[in-house]
Nanobody, 115 residues
Framework: QVRLEESGGGFVQAGASLRLSCVASGLTMSSRTMAWFRQTPGQEREQVARLTWVGDRAYYADSVRDRFTIFRADAENILYLQMNNLKPEDTALYYC????????RGRGTQVTVSS
């Protein structure tokens, strides 16, 4: 059974850092392009970072570039999102996903940033 499970969210003040984790079972992350998305109520989901399985190339949304880093621990089959200098506008439900239409996804972890 394929499963993605996120953790690491929390309530922090602006300027703080958090590291989100996405643990996979039933699939091998190093063989897939993986991404982190975020979503707030009433808003379209936003892909904040993507890591390709070919060449391990990372891509970021303009809103998070230079503050967020996506990386993977292949031995543990875990995807991470290091988030630094968090801003109130980063408040959202964050989830990891993969698949042709990003249809394989976890439930997410909530990040709340206060000003």
């Amino acid at each position: 059974q394929v499963r993605l499970e996120e953790s690491g969210g929390g309530f922090v003040q602006a300027g703080a850092s958090l590291r989100l984790s996405c643990v996979a079972s039933g699939l091998t992350m190093s063989s897939r392009t993986m991404a982190w998305f975020r979503q707030t109520p009433g808003q379209e989901r936003e892909q904040v970072a993507r890591l390709t399985w070919v060449g391990d190339r990372a891509y970021y949304a303009d809103s998070v570039r230079d503050r967020f880093t996506i990386f993977r621990a292949d031995a543990e089959n875990i995807l991470y999102l290091q988030m630094n200098n968090l801003k109130p506008e980063d408040t959202a439900l964050y989830y990891c996903a993969t698949g042709p239409t990003w249809g394989i996804r976890g439930r997410g972890t909530q990040v709340t940033v206060s000003s």
